[in-house]
């Protein structure tokens, strides 16, 4: 399946002039952040050739996308939250966390964005009432400092719109960057090959090791061999 850019269309057309699209890597990893990448665009016909979902792309392939990127839409930013931050406040919340910092980057660099294309069924950028998520993801940001315009949700959308996929290219290059430079610190987790996810190795390092102090501790990690059960997972 090819991206478009239908569903970026679609919002030009009921008067946004800026449409970001907004895709996270790490979410489901054992270590490391989670990272948010968001491309903003205005009213285009044209995207870098060979993109699509990060997923679907050899790591030399993204590589070489990501630097096509650098020219694509009005403005990109790929933000994180750390595995600290993950820990304190929850996947979710972290996840809003991210998203925030990137539209912040955004932001401060003179782009304001009209309407938002996110990836999947659940929009955690939108803030809520009485929202506890929302609440603790604002006080990790400084207030006031980015208004969330309208949320789109798009399931499959790294695979559908050019935006979105976009914005899970530079997330994906980018925290894949982060993970290699940690290997460097703990060989023995094989994270420039697994980048944190529950490969055999990671696992078996974490039993033997234990966690280091870039795991999300409050996950459900292996126990390391001798110790008593500690951690578990939060949603």
């Not at 979105?164 to 982060?178: E, H, P, T, W």
């Amino acid at each position: 399946m090819a991206v478009s850019l239908a569903h970026e269309r679609s919002l030009w057309d009921a008067g946004a002039t800026i449409v970001a699209g907004i895709d996270e890597v790490g979410r489901g990893a054992l270590a490391g952040p989670v990272s948010v990448g968001v491309v903003a665009l205005g009213r285009c016909d044209a995207w870098p050739v060979g993109l699509a979902d990060s997923k679907q792309l050899t790591p030399a392939k993204r590589e070489e996308i990501a630097v096509a990127l650098a020219t694509f839409g009005v403005a990109r930013a790929v933000g994180d939250a750390s595995n600290a931050e993950i820990d304190e406040l929850g996947i979710v919340a972290a996840l809003r966390v991210a998203a925030l910092r990137a539209l912040e980057a955004l932001a401060a660099s003179g782009v304001t964005v009209d309407a938002i294309l996110l990836d999947g069924a659940h929009d955690y950028l939108t803030p809520r009432p009485d929202d506890l998520f929302s609440a603790a993801a604002a006080d990790a940001v400084p207030r006031d400092a980015v208004v969330i315009p309208p949320v789109t949700m798009v399931v499959g959308g790294d695979a559908l719109c050019a935006s979105i996929a976009a914005g899970s290219v530079l997330a994906k290059v980018a925290r894949d960057a982060q993970m290699r430079a940690a290997h460097a610190a703990h060989p023995e987790y094989g994270w420039a090959g697994n980048k944190g996810y529950g490969a055999p190795e990671h696992l078996d390092a974490i039993r033997l090791l234990g966690p280091t102090s870039l795991h999300r501790v409050s996950w459900r990690l292996p126990e390391r061999e001798g110790s008593a059960p500690e951690s578990f997972a939060r949603e």
